[in-house]
C-alpha cells in the first residue's frame, strides 16, 4: 500500500509539473488520493464489516470507541457513580496526596434511602481525636521479632507491573511515614530498597527472588533476603483477588534484564507464574511451610494472603493449625473487588468472595476455633478514605492495605491501561520514556499525605463513634439500607461466632463445613 501511495503522489507531481497546476491544487488533490486511497483499502478489506460498509467514515467509529473512556470519565459520569473508583474518592484521594483540603459544600450527593447504603454511627458523647495513630502488633507466639503494622499500608504492587519511579515514590512515601510497603510477588528489587522504607516481601507461586533454576522455592537464597533490615515481614501469596485461581504470565519482550535479575528468571524469555504452589498441597502442608518461612526469615512475622472462596477450606486451613501446633501470624484477606494489571474479564467479575464476606469468614473462623488472639487479619480492596478503613475494621480487620488508591496519590489517572505498558502518567509502564513522567521527588511525599491524611480520618470518624481505639468497634456501629423502609447494623445481618464455639459447638450453620473440612485435603 505504501509503495502504491507513493506511486500515485509521484504520478501527481509530475501531473503537476505538466500541467502547471498551481500549489494550492497540489496540497488539495494529495490528501484526497490518500482518502481515495483509504477508502479503497477499507473496500477490499475482510475484517470490518463497518468499514466495508462505510468506508473512511467508519474510522470515525473505532476513534470514538477508543476515547470513550476518557469522554464516560470527564463528561458523562457523575461525581458518585464511576467505576472502579468514582470521581469523588478520587478527588479525596488527589486533595489529600497534595495536602489540600478535600471537604465537600452543600451536602451529599448520594441516595441515603437507596438499598445498599451504608453509614456509619455516631455517639452523642463523641472521644478526643488522638494524637498518635495506634499501631497493630503483628507476631504471634512463635514469632521472634514482631513488628508493629500501621493502620493503612501499601498493598502488593511487583515491580514490573509499576515502573521503577513508581516504586521508588511508594517506598520513600512509607519510610517518610512510618508505614508498610508490600512488594508484590515480582520480586525485591533495589527500588522497593533504596528509599528505606519498612517492606513487606510477597512471594507468590513463582517463588520470584528465592527460586531455583527449575522453579522451585530456594530457602538458601530466601533467608540471605529475608534477612535484609527493611524487610520486616515476608508474606506468601496464596491468591489475588481480582484473579484468583490463575496464575499469570510477563511476555518475554517486557522481561529485560533488570527484571529477570531481580525475579531470577531468563532475559528476554515469557515467564509464567503457576495458578497453584509448587512448595506444599494440602493445608496441613501449608501450615508447615508458613512455619519454615517464619525460621529462615529469622523469627520475622510470616503470613498469607488469599481471596476467601470456599468456607471449608479455610476451615481446614484452620484444623491444621489446630493439629500442628503452629499459626501464620497474620493473613491478608484480598476481596473480590481488588485491582490488578490485568485479569480475565470473567474472573475479575464472577470468581471470589468481595471483601465483607471475606473477612467476616476468615474473622468468624479463627474467632472460632480459638485462633484469634494470635493472627492479625490484614484488609486489601478499594480501601481509599478513612471510611472505607474504619468500615473493615467494623467487619474485622486489624489493618488495611490500598493499591489503587496509593497509585492515585503518585499520578494515576484511572486510565485503565495498566497491562499495555501505555501508562499515561508512567505509574504501570517501563518504557523510560513514559516513566519518567513520574518524578520521584514530587510523588513521594504525596503518598506520605495522603496516608497520613486518610489515618487520621479514619481516627477521626472513629472519635466521633465514640471509641479511641480500634479494637473497640462494634459490629453494631456499621449499618446498612436494605430497602427504602429498613435497615440493619451489621451485628443483625451477619453471624458473629462467639471464642471456641466451632471446638465446642459448632452452630447448624457452620456444622457441615466444619465436619467436613480436612486438614489433609483442599476439598471443595
Known sequence: ?????????????????????????????????????????????????????????????????????????????????????????????????????????????????????EYLVPSMAPCPVPTTPPRVRIGGPDCGRPYDMALLNVSAMSFGSLSANAVLALNGGAAAGGFAHDTGEGGLSEYHLRPGGDLIWEIGTGYFGCRTEDGDFDPGEFAQKAAHDHVKCVSLKLSQGAKPGI????????????????????????????????????????????????????????????????RRQFLAVCKAMLEEGTAPDFIVVDGAEGGTGAAPLEFADHVGAPLTEGLLTVHNALVGTGLRDRIRIGASGKIATGTDLVKRLVQGADYGNAARAMMFAVGCIQAQRCHTNTCPTGVTTQDPRRARAL???DKTPRVQRFQEATVASALQLMASMGVTDPAELRPHMLRRRIDPY???????????????????????????????????????
Open 247 to 310: 496464575g499469570g504470565v510477563l511476555p518475554g519482550p517486557k522481561v529485560n534484564a533488570e527484571i529477570a535479575r531481580v525475579r531470577d528468571v531468563p532475559e528476554g524469555r515469557t515467564v509464567i507464574s503457576p495458578p497453584y504452589h509448587r512448595a506444599f498441597s494440602t493445608p496441613r502442608e501449608l501450615v508447615r511451610f508458613i512455619a519454615r518461612m517464619r525460621e529462615l526469615a529469622g523469627g520475622k512475622p510470616t503470613g498469607f494472603k488469599l481471596c476467601v472462596g470456599s
Open 1 to 117: 500500500m505504501a509503495i502504491v501511495t507513493l506511486t500515485l503522489v509521484a504520478g501527481m507531481a509530475a501531473v503537476v509539473a505538466a500541467v502547471g497546476m498551481s500549489a494550492s491544487w497540489w496540497f488539495a488533490a494529495v490528501p484526497l488520493t490518500l482518502l481515495g486511497l483509504l477508502g479503497a483499502r477499507d473496500l477490499l478489506q475482510r475484517r470490518h464489516s463497518v468499514l466495508r460498509n462505510y468506508p473512511v467514515l467508519g474510522h470515525a467509529r473505532f476513534l470514538l470507541e477508543r476515547i470513550r473512556p476518557e469522554l464516560q470519565q470527564y463528561f458523562i459520569e457523575r461525581n458518585y457513580d464511576g467505576r472502579p473508583f468514582d470521581r469523588d474518592i478520587r478527588d479525596i484521594v488527589y486533595e489529600r496526596a497534595k495536602g489540600t483540603d478535600a471537604e465537600q459544600p452543600y451536602g451529599t450527593e448520594r441516595d441515603v434511602y437507596e438499598p445498599g447504603y
Open 439 to 441: 518524578d520521584v521527588r
Open 486 to 524: 429498613t435497615e440493619r447494623s451489621y451485628e443483625e445481618l451477619y453471624e458473629w461466632l462467639e471464642p471456641g464455639r466451632l471446638l465446642a459447638e459448632p452452630p447448624s450453620t457452620w456444622a457441615a463445613d466444619w465436619k467436613a473440612a480436612d486438614p489433609d485435603r483442599f476439598t471443595v
